[in-house]
Protein backbone atom coordinates (compact mmCIF):
# COMPACT_ATOMS: atom_id res chain seq x y z
CA UNK A 1 0.00 0.00 0.00
CA UNK A 2 1.10 3.33 -0.88
CA UNK A 3 1.67 5.72 1.59
CA UNK A 4 2.91 9.20 2.31
CA UNK A 5 3.60 10.87 5.40
CA UNK A 6 4.88 14.47 5.93
CA UNK A 7 6.51 15.49 9.07
CA UNK A 8 8.40 18.62 10.00
CA UNK A 9 6.25 21.04 9.91
CA UNK A 10 5.14 24.17 12.53
CA UNK A 11 5.40 28.05 13.95
CA UNK A 12 8.53 29.44 12.62
CA UNK A 13 9.47 33.22 12.73
CA UNK A 14 9.47 34.99 9.14
CA UNK A 15 13.55 35.08 7.91
CA UNK A 16 13.45 31.73 9.94
CA UNK A 17 14.28 27.78 8.17
CA UNK A 18 12.21 24.70 8.00
CA UNK A 19 12.83 21.43 6.75
CA UNK A 20 9.46 18.87 5.57
CA UNK A 21 9.76 15.18 5.23
CA UNK A 22 7.80 12.79 3.61
CA UNK A 23 8.60 9.93 4.77
CA UNK A 24 7.29 6.85 1.56
CA UNK A 25 6.55 3.67 1.77
CA UNK A 26 4.86 0.65 -0.83
CA UNK A 27 6.78 2.17 -3.45
CA UNK A 28 10.07 3.48 -4.52
CA UNK A 29 10.79 7.39 -4.17
CA UNK A 30 13.46 7.21 -6.51
CA UNK A 31 11.62 5.69 -9.31
CA UNK A 32 8.64 8.46 -8.97
CA UNK A 33 8.23 12.03 -9.45
CA UNK A 34 8.18 13.05 -6.19
CA UNK A 35 6.33 16.66 -5.57
CA UNK A 36 6.06 19.40 -2.94
CA UNK A 37 2.07 20.95 -3.44
CA UNK A 38 1.10 24.18 -0.89
CA UNK A 39 -2.07 25.14 0.21
CA UNK A 40 -3.27 28.99 2.26
CA UNK A 41 -5.66 29.13 4.58
CA UNK A 42 -8.85 28.94 2.67
CA UNK A 43 -7.57 29.26 -0.64
CA UNK A 44 -6.75 26.82 -3.63
CA UNK A 45 -3.63 24.70 -4.27
CA UNK A 46 -0.06 25.80 -4.99
CA UNK A 47 2.79 23.37 -6.98
CA UNK A 48 6.11 24.21 -5.82
CA UNK A 49 8.56 21.88 -6.70
CA UNK A 50 9.36 18.35 -8.39
CA UNK A 51 12.45 15.62 -8.23
CA UNK A 52 12.05 13.65 -11.40
CA UNK A 53 13.55 9.90 -11.44
CA UNK A 54 16.57 11.15 -12.86
CA UNK A 55 17.26 13.67 -10.10
CA UNK A 56 16.59 16.82 -12.01
CA UNK A 57 14.26 19.60 -10.15
CA UNK A 58 11.95 22.10 -11.28
CA UNK A 59 10.49 25.39 -8.52
CA UNK A 60 7.83 27.49 -8.68
CA UNK A 61 8.93 31.26 -9.10
CA UNK A 62 7.64 32.19 -5.73
CA UNK A 63 10.33 29.33 -4.04
CA UNK A 64 12.99 29.16 -6.06
CA UNK A 65 16.01 30.04 -4.34
CA UNK A 66 14.58 29.72 -1.38
CA UNK A 67 13.11 26.61 -1.19
CA UNK A 68 15.50 22.98 -2.19
CA UNK A 69 13.70 19.51 -3.03
CA UNK A 70 15.58 16.49 -2.25
CA UNK A 71 15.46 12.86 -1.42
CA UNK A 72 17.30 9.89 0.60
CA UNK A 73 16.82 7.15 -1.54
CA UNK A 74 18.49 5.22 1.79
CA UNK A 75 15.69 6.14 3.75
CA UNK A 76 12.86 6.53 0.92
CA UNK A 77 12.12 10.45 1.88
CA UNK A 78 11.63 13.57 0.63
CA UNK A 79 12.55 16.87 1.84
CA UNK A 80 11.89 20.23 1.61
CA UNK A 81 14.86 22.49 2.92
CA UNK A 82 12.56 26.34 3.26
CA UNK A 83 14.88 29.10 4.23
CA UNK A 84 14.04 32.80 4.42
CA UNK A 85 10.10 32.35 5.55
CA UNK A 86 8.02 34.60 5.03
CA UNK A 87 4.51 35.04 6.54
CA UNK A 88 2.87 33.92 2.63
CA UNK A 89 4.71 31.01 2.66
CA UNK A 90 1.99 29.99 5.71
CA UNK A 91 -0.03 27.10 4.30
CA UNK A 92 -0.21 23.31 4.42
CA UNK A 93 2.16 21.45 2.74
CA UNK A 94 1.53 18.16 0.90
CA UNK A 95 4.03 15.80 -0.89
CA UNK A 96 2.38 13.81 -3.66
CA UNK A 97 3.69 10.69 -5.80
CA UNK A 98 3.51 10.60 -9.43
CA UNK A 99 5.27 9.45 -12.80
CA UNK A 100 5.33 11.36 -16.42
CA UNK A 101 1.91 11.08 -17.58
CA UNK A 102 0.38 11.21 -13.97
CA UNK A 103 2.67 13.91 -12.04
CA UNK A 104 0.22 13.04 -9.23
CA UNK A 105 -1.54 9.57 -8.41
CA UNK A 106 -1.06 9.81 -4.23
CA UNK A 107 -0.82 12.45 -1.86
CA UNK A 108 0.49 12.15 1.87
CA UNK A 109 -2.03 13.97 4.31
CA UNK A 110 -0.05 17.36 4.88
CA UNK A 111 1.95 19.27 7.27
CA UNK A 112 0.84 22.69 8.42
CA UNK A 113 3.52 25.37 8.11
CA UNK A 114 2.43 28.69 10.11
CA UNK A 115 4.91 31.92 9.86
CA UNK A 116 4.06 34.62 12.38
CA UNK A 117 6.35 36.63 14.56
CA UNK B 1 2.53 30.22 -16.98
CA UNK B 2 -0.40 28.40 -18.35
CA UNK B 3 -3.15 29.57 -16.62
CA UNK B 4 -6.50 27.46 -15.64
CA UNK B 5 -9.75 28.94 -15.33
CA UNK B 6 -12.82 26.87 -14.18
CA UNK B 7 -16.45 27.12 -14.39
CA UNK B 8 -18.81 27.63 -12.38
CA UNK B 9 -16.67 28.27 -9.15
CA UNK B 10 -19.71 27.18 -6.81
CA UNK B 11 -22.69 24.47 -7.68
CA UNK B 12 -25.56 23.03 -5.96
CA UNK B 13 -27.40 20.24 -7.45
CA UNK B 14 -29.51 17.30 -5.93
CA UNK B 15 -28.64 13.72 -5.15
CA UNK B 16 -29.19 11.36 -8.45
CA UNK B 17 -28.14 14.54 -10.85
CA UNK B 18 -25.30 14.57 -13.00
CA UNK B 19 -23.02 17.42 -13.13
CA UNK B 20 -20.27 18.85 -15.30
CA UNK B 21 -17.32 21.06 -14.62
CA UNK B 22 -15.19 22.80 -16.91
CA UNK B 23 -11.46 23.53 -16.82
CA UNK B 24 -10.08 25.87 -19.78
CA UNK B 25 -6.35 26.26 -20.44
CA UNK B 26 -5.02 29.48 -21.36
CA UNK B 27 -2.87 27.69 -24.05
CA UNK B 28 -2.80 24.29 -25.59
CA UNK B 29 -2.00 21.84 -23.20
CA UNK B 30 -2.62 18.48 -25.24
CA UNK B 31 -4.05 16.15 -22.69
CA UNK B 32 -2.14 16.89 -19.87
CA UNK B 33 -4.92 17.54 -17.46
CA UNK B 34 -5.96 16.45 -14.05
CA UNK B 35 -8.85 16.38 -11.78
CA UNK B 36 -9.02 16.15 -8.02
CA UNK B 37 -11.06 15.90 -5.39
CA UNK B 38 -10.64 18.12 -1.80
CA UNK B 39 -13.11 17.45 1.22
CA UNK B 40 -12.85 19.91 3.81
CA UNK B 41 -10.27 19.11 6.18
CA UNK B 42 -8.95 16.51 3.72
CA UNK B 43 -6.08 16.00 1.45
CA UNK B 44 -6.87 15.84 -2.08
CA UNK B 45 -7.80 12.80 -3.71
CA UNK B 46 -6.62 12.10 -7.60
CA UNK B 47 -9.63 11.50 -9.92
CA UNK B 48 -8.03 11.55 -13.07
CA UNK B 49 -5.29 12.20 -15.22
CA UNK B 50 -4.86 12.53 -19.28
CA UNK B 51 -7.96 14.14 -19.24
CA UNK B 52 -9.72 11.19 -19.24
CA UNK B 53 -8.17 7.94 -17.67
CA UNK B 54 -9.70 7.23 -14.57
CA UNK B 55 -6.63 6.82 -10.78
CA UNK B 56 -7.09 3.20 -9.55
CA UNK B 57 -9.85 2.41 -7.46
CA UNK B 58 -12.06 5.51 -8.80
CA UNK B 59 -15.84 4.93 -9.28
CA UNK B 60 -16.97 5.43 -12.98
CA UNK B 61 -19.52 7.91 -12.30
CA UNK B 62 -16.29 9.86 -12.51
CA UNK B 63 -15.55 10.89 -15.92
CA UNK B 64 -13.49 13.48 -18.13
CA UNK B 65 -12.97 14.74 -21.58
CA UNK B 66 -11.17 16.96 -23.81
CA UNK B 67 -8.41 18.16 -25.09
CA UNK B 68 -6.14 20.96 -26.51
CA UNK B 69 -7.90 23.70 -23.93
CA UNK B 70 -11.13 23.06 -23.29
CA UNK B 71 -12.13 19.98 -20.56
CA UNK B 72 -14.37 18.64 -18.44
CA UNK B 73 -15.10 16.41 -15.45
CA UNK B 74 -19.01 14.78 -15.13
CA UNK B 75 -20.01 13.51 -12.14
CA UNK B 76 -22.89 11.45 -12.79
CA UNK B 77 -25.77 9.62 -9.88
CA UNK B 78 -24.78 12.26 -7.23
CA UNK B 79 -24.82 11.47 -3.53
CA UNK B 80 -23.77 13.10 -0.43
CA UNK B 81 -20.32 12.07 -0.77
CA UNK B 82 -19.48 13.59 -3.91
CA UNK B 83 -19.68 17.58 -1.82
CA UNK B 84 -16.54 18.35 -2.31
CA UNK B 85 -14.35 21.10 -3.96
CA UNK B 86 -12.91 20.01 -7.52
CA UNK B 87 -9.56 21.15 -9.08
CA UNK B 88 -8.09 20.87 -12.67
CA UNK B 89 -4.57 20.84 -13.15
CA UNK B 90 -2.18 21.04 -15.99
CA UNK B 91 1.10 19.41 -16.20
CA UNK B 92 2.12 20.38 -20.10
CA UNK B 93 4.92 22.04 -18.67
CA UNK B 94 6.29 23.77 -15.21
CA UNK B 95 5.12 25.56 -13.73
CA UNK B 96 2.37 22.54 -12.93
CA UNK B 97 -1.00 25.52 -12.50
CA UNK B 98 -4.06 24.36 -10.66
CA UNK B 99 -7.50 26.30 -11.51
CA UNK B 100 -9.03 28.25 -8.66
CA UNK B 101 -11.67 25.09 -7.77
CA UNK B 102 -15.14 24.89 -7.93
CA UNK B 103 -17.42 23.76 -4.84
CA UNK B 104 -19.84 21.37 -5.03
CA UNK B 105 -22.77 21.00 -2.95
CA UNK B 106 -25.05 18.17 -2.72
CA UNK B 107 -28.78 19.83 -2.21
Known amino acids: EVQLVESGGGLIQPGGSLRLSCAAS????????MSWVRQAPGKGLEWLSVIYTAGRTDYADSVKGRFTISRDNSKNTLYLQMNSLRVEDTAIYYCARGWELDPIDYWGQGTLVTVSS | DIQMTQSPSSLSASIGDRVTITCRAS??????LAWFQQKPGKAPKSLIY???SLQSGVPSKFSGSGSGTDFTLTISSLQPEDSATYYCQQYNSFPYTFGQGTKLEIK
Open chain 2, 50 to 52: GAS
Open chain 2, 27 to 32: QGIINY
Open chain 1, 26 to 33: GFTVSNNY
